[in-house]
């Protein structure tokens, strides 16, 4: 049930700078991961995968590099920068911070 | 700092390496693709039926590689240069609009750039010596707001001194000085040069090394000593042709020879573009009167010490002395202000008054160039409508519209630099003498940096207007219009009536402005000054106190020659010639206090003069007689006073006869023998104070340097020659320099004329550009009703009510405009309160004569669109439709 065009905004980038944490991955290893990590709940499509892994290569939280695949192709590879490890915690601690809040109220109910 | 590096590369891979960039998202994409495939053909699908399924599960492709395009910004920036060339390519089709756009703007930019250099030199850029903000000068501050005592404010007196440097803390060095025009030798002639004595820790104040010889020696300053001089880096260039041997050749100052010991870095002139420092070690003599303040003070705030501190502790200083010294200190206090603040003083105000007034220019300028786009904007409706309908967004319109603008500012921008790097050299010539830190001026790169500013800030000024309405366009309407004749609603006329109607009320605001200082300048010139300043020849003169005999008799000598010259019909010689006061002091009459209070006696001018000087200069004499040369030293000491002492001191009474004693250079009292008129002694813009003069025989040594007033037939400056002759045959150790009484009055007047001809320039250049405005949106309306004309005139409307129409429509703007800029001007003018002379900043004549004149001007601009507009034939204005 969970579009990736349902994920709050922002929260794909946490994600993808979650993923990309552990080592270096390509494009279609991250969605797969990241569709793993959720317990299949979360699906990330190309079309909302991409521009973002692009914007965050902009704003040099990531990088990429091409290398070659286990399946002797080649693929580019997106790693976390240090910037990016900042951003990373400074998210998350947002995220924890968002996510029980709302959570506390919706338990309330 | 790297990541933004990151950035900026990969922005310019993705703008410049476009194929490389898109190649390996295509790649990215199918080696996405090939693994979603994969994963299904795991599952057991067939291969086709694992490739259908995959697309279908990541859908649109193109639109995602847009996206991602987007997300490395890429078509931004390709929108920004494909703009650029739009725009240039646009330009270029119509040059004659972009000229004069650009003509316009460079006006307003150049104007503005050129008063910025000014200001960025005199107010913004700091002093060039070390760490300046720690630079401060020292003065002493009546308290007691006296006009009278204004005069003593500012310099101050060796002994206080002494005390502050002693009890102060807040200070690295601290020094007084007092610097002047000296009689200097430095080769065969005797000439004037800017002398300076300094005290012990001058130097320090501004941490400056010599570039040869030493500072002076405890030893050098003592008095007896044989005296020492530091020459500054130009003095020995023009003097000593830059000669490490001028260490220890001698310059003779006042007539004594003194050794060279140093040569000052280029540059340093302090004070007042100084050539020759001498030092001046405090004597016991020094310490004996307190009340004497000849001095001025510097000081160099210790590293940390802010302004405040040292002002408290100061005060708290000032405070003990004024207690301990009540009869020199009485209601003193010592004041401190940054050097540089202290340097620019009241030029301040005159140039943030050119400032807002060229910025007002600009604002015309700029409204002028919205009109211009307004207008253009019409002509190209049908382009901006096409665009429209091909897709682009109103951002997207609007964005292009303001490149083009920002185009055509870069241009205005860069000849603007141009016409100020004339407009800043020409303000450096016509400013007044005394405005510091003039050969500063240039353009640095807070300049460059004002310019760029101004042109984007005003591209965006004139340029989003238009951008905004053409954005705005009916698509219908505008595709439905036919080529010749698109049409535009009442909207853009509207905002043109608007525009030009602001410019008019800004062109009120700068008229009015210099319409009152204009007033004021012609009041400065009528004012009666109290005595004739045309055709009198102004010869200075200083005796060296050790000279030959003959040069101590130097005056008394040469005033005869010089009266028997012919083409000289007086002549007189005075200490202090009329537009700036020498000497001032309290003053009693009758009889002196034996513990005489100076600091609360009324203030009185002294003039030491020859006799004749009151014949030379047609002061009249209203009661009594001159002196004459039969009033020498060992006569009883005689004085004149002007009417103003007299009627301060002597209302009613006869004042002939009766006793003044001034502590000038003594204290005995002095015989009234005359009355003279009341002189502006501080030149036009000064009230007359009480005046007391004596005779040069009678007071010789402070007599020393006089200017001898010569009234002639003709041009005084044909005589100079002459005199010059009789000077040096009287004797050749007294140096001289010429000028004429209009000379010297007309650089006292020098201020009000720049900031009044500066002024009057922008006015001026509002004027046009807000007439030129006019023209232009009366022209475009008559263009744009030419149908309707011509039906009112196939139905029977005379030119002359066609007249009447478009006329009126100009005089609406006008009044409009009028009102607007008249309130604003009466409300702005307040600030010009301080620099009118006889002058109220609600003066109505004035405001008067600025409406009459605008309202003139728009008619006219008016006129010439609405005679056009009367001639239209009905028959060729209705083909056309």
């Known amino acids: 049930m969970s579009k990736p065009t349902d994920l709050v905004q922002g929260t794909l980038d946490l994600l993808i700078l979650k993923t990309v944490a552990l080592e270096p991955m390509h494009g279609w290893a991250i969605a797969h991961r990241i569709h793993q990590m959720s317990s299949e709940v979360l699906q990330v499509g190309q079309s909302a995968l991409y521009p973002a892994l692009h914007k965050l290569e902009q704003q040099g939280w990531i990088e990429a590099e091409w290398k070659i695949s286990e399946t002797n192709r080649r693929a580019k590879y997106y790693s976390l920068t240090p910037a990016g490890r900042k951003a990373l915690t400074a998210e998350a601690a947002n995220w924890e911070r968002l996510s029980g809040a709302i959570s506390a109220i919706v338990r309330t109910g | 700092m790297s990541r933004w590096f990151t950035q900026f590369r990969l922005t310019l891979r993705s703008v410049f390496n476009r194929e490389c960039v898109d190649r390996e998202l295509d790649e990215e994409f199918q080696d996405h693709l090939q693994r979603e495939i994969e994963e299904r053909l795991k599952s057991g699908l067939e291969p086709e039926a694992a490739r259908y399924a995959a697309l279908r599960a990541i859908g649109a492709i193109a639109k995602s590689k847009e996206e991602s395009r987007d997300a490395r910004r890429v078509n931004f920036i390709d929108d920004v240069l494909r703009d650029l060339r739009y725009s240039s390519r646009s330009m270029r089709r119509s040059p004659g609009f972009a000229a004069l756009a650009v003509l316009i703007m460079a006006l307003g930019i150049g104007a503005n750039t050129a008063v910025f250099s000014v200001v960025n030199a005199v107010l913004l850029r700091p002093l060039s010596y070390r760490d300046p903000d720690r630079?401060?000068?020292?003065?002493?501050?009546?308290?007691?707001?006296?006009?009278?005592?204004?005069?003593?404010?500012?310099?101050?007196?060796?002994?206080?001194?002494?005390?502050?440097?002693?009890?102060?803390?807040?200070?690295?060095?601290?020094?007084?000085?007092?610097?002047?025009?000296?009689?200097?030798?430095?080769?065969?002639?005797?000439?004037?040069?800017?002398?300076?004595?300094?005290?012990?820790?001058?130097?320090?104040?501004?941490?400056?090394?010599?570039?040869?010889?030493?500072?002076?020696?405890?030893?050098?300053?003592?008095?007896?000593?044989?005296?020492?001089?530091?020459?500054?880096?130009?003095?020995?260039?023009?003097?000593?042709?830059?000669?490490?041997?001028?260490?220890?050749?001698?310059?003779?100052?006042?007539?004594?020879?003194?050794?060279?010991?140093?040569?000052?870095?280029?540059?340093?002139?302090?004070?007042?573009?100084?050539?020759?420092?001498?030092?001046?070690?405090?004597?016991?003599?020094?310490?004996?009167?307190?009340?004497?303040?000849?001095?001025?003070?510097v000081g160099r705030l210790k590293p940390g010490v802010p302004l405040e501190s040292a002002q408290a502790e100061m005060t708290i200083i000032a405070r003990r002395l004024e207690q301990q010294y009540p009869d020199a200190n009485k209601d003193r206090t010592v004041g401190i202000k940054r050097l540089r603040d202290k340097m620019v003083g009241d030029i301040r105000l005159t140039l943030y008054l050119l400032l807002s007034a060229v910025s007002l220019v600009l604002l015309i300028a700029c409204a002028n160039t919205a009109t211009l786009l307004l207008g253009k904007a019409t002509a190209r409706t049908r382009e901006v409508a096409m665009r429209a309908a091909l897709g682009a967004s109103r951002g997207r319109i609007v964005r292009q519209l303001i490149t083009e603008s920002f185009l055509l500012a870069l241009l205005a921008g860069a000849s603007g630099l141009l016409l100020a790097y004339w407009g800043s050299a020409a303000l450096v010539a016509l400013a007044p003498a005394g405005l510091p830190r003039l050969t500063e001026v240039g353009v640095d790169r807070w300049v460059l940096a004002f310019t760029v500013g101004v042109s984007i800030l005003t591209s965006l000024l004139f340029g989003l207007v238009p951008a905004m309405y053409a954005s705005k366009i009916d698509l219908n309407e505008a595709l439905k219009q036919s080529a010749a004749k698109s049409v535009i609603g009442g909207g853009i006329i509207r905002m043109r009536g608007l525009l030009v109607v602001g410019e008019i009320a800004m062109a009120v605001m700068l008229l009015s402005g210099s319409a009152l200082l204009i007033k004021s300048f012609i009041a400065l010139h009528r004012v009666a000054l109290g005595f004739r300043p045309e055709n009198v020849l102004v010869m200075r003169a200083t005796i060296p106190a050790a000279g030959t005999p003959a040069t101590a008799k130097f005056f008394q000598d040469l005033l005869p020659k010089v009266r028997r010259t012919p083409g000289v019909l007086s002549a007189g010689a005075t200490m202090a010639p009329p537009g700036h006061i020498e000497s001032s002091g309290g003053y009693f009459v009758d009889h002196l206090p034996p513990q005489p209070d100076w600091t609360s006696a009324p203030n009185v001018v002294l003039s030491v003069v020859a006799p004749g000087t009151l014949a030379a200069l047609a002061i009249p004499l209203k009661a009594g007689r001159d002196f004459s040369e039969a009033d020498t030293a060992e006569r009883p000491l005689v004085a004149l006073v002007n009417e103003s002492l007299v009627q301060r001191s002597f209302p009613g009474q006869n004042p002939i006869g009766r006793t003044v004693f001034c502590p000038y250079d003594t204290l005995q009292g002095m015989t009234i023998i005359g009355v003279t008129g009341d002189v502006r002694q501080s030149g036009p813009a000064g009230e007359p104070m009480p005046e007391c003069y004596m005779t040069y025989r009678q007071h010789p040594f402070n007599g020393n340097t006089l200017s001898i007033v010569a009234r002639t037939a003709a041009d005084p400056?044909?005589?100079?020659?002459?005199?010059?002759?009789?000077?040096?045959?009287?004797?050749?150790?007294?140096?001289?320099?010429?000028?004429?009484?209009?000379?010297?009055?007309?650089?006292?007047?020098?201020?009000?004329?720049?900031?009044?001809?500066?002024?009057?320039?922008?006015?001026?250049?509002?004027?046009?550009?807000?007439?030129?405005?006019?023209?232009?949106?009366?022209?475009?309306?008559?263009?744009?009703?030419?149908?309707?004309?011509?039906?009112?005139?196939?139905?029977?409307?005379?030119?002359?009510?066609?007249?009447?129409?478009?006329?009126?429509?100009?005089?609406?703007?006008?009044?409009?405009?009028?009102?607007?800029?008249?309130?604003?001007?009466?409300?702005?003018?307040?600030?010009?309160?301080?620099?009118?002379?006889?002058?109220?900043?609600?003066?109505?004549?004035?405001?008067?004569?600025?409406?009459v004149l605008l309202g003139v001007v728009t008619l006219l601009a008016s006129y010439v669109p609405a005679r056009r507009a009367a001639r239209?034939?009905?028959?060729?204005?209705?083909?056309?439709?």
């Open chain 2, 135 to 297: 630079i401060v000068t020292l003065s002493t501050r009546v308290t007691k707001t006296d006009s009278t005592q204004a005069s003593l404010d500012e310099q101050i007196s060796i002994p206080n001194f002494q005390d502050w440097h002693d009890q102060s803390s807040s200070f690295e060095a601290m020094a007084y000085y007092n610097g002047r025009e000296i009689p200097a030798t430095a080769g065969a002639t005797a000439e004037y040069a800017r002398g300076t004595q300094v005290g012990p820790e001058f130097f320090q104040v501004f941490d400056v090394e010599p570039v040869l010889g030493h500072f002076f020696t405890t030893e050098e300053g003592k008095p007896g000593s044989g005296g020492a001089a530091m020459i500054s880096y130009a003095y020995w260039q023009s003097h000593f042709a830059a000669d490490p041997r001028a260490l220890g050749q001698t310059i003779r100052i006042y007539g004594r020879p003194m050794p060279i010991v140093g040569v000052l870095p280029p540059g340093f002139r302090f004070p007042d573009d100084t050539d020759l420092w001498v030092p001046r070690n405090i004597s016991p003599e020094d310490m004996k009167y307190r009340g004497g303040q000849n001095w001025l003070a």
């Open chain 2, 717 to 851: 400056n044909t005589l100079i020659a002459t005199l010059r002759r009789l000077a040096q045959e009287t004797s050749p150790d007294v140096p001289m320099k010429f000028t004429t009484m209009d000379a010297m009055l007309s650089e006292n007047v020098a201020a009000p004329r720049f900031r009044t001809l500066l002024l009057g320039i922008f006015a001026g250049l509002a004027v046009c550009l807000a007439m030129a405005g006019v023209y232009g949106v009366m022209a475009f309306a008559v263009t744009q009703r030419s149908n309707e004309i011509g039906l009112r005139m196939a139905l029977g409307a005379s030119s002359g009510s066609v007249l009447r129409l478009i006329l009126r429509q100009g005089l609406i703007c006008a009044s409009l405009g009028l009102a607007l800029g008249l309130a604003a001007a009466v409300a702005g003018t307040r600030l010009l309160t301080s620099m009118l002379f006889q002058v109220q900043p609600n003066d109505p004549w004035v405001y008067l004569a600025v409406a």
């Open chain 2, 872 to 881: 239209i034939d009905p028959l060729t204005a209705l083909r056309q439709e």
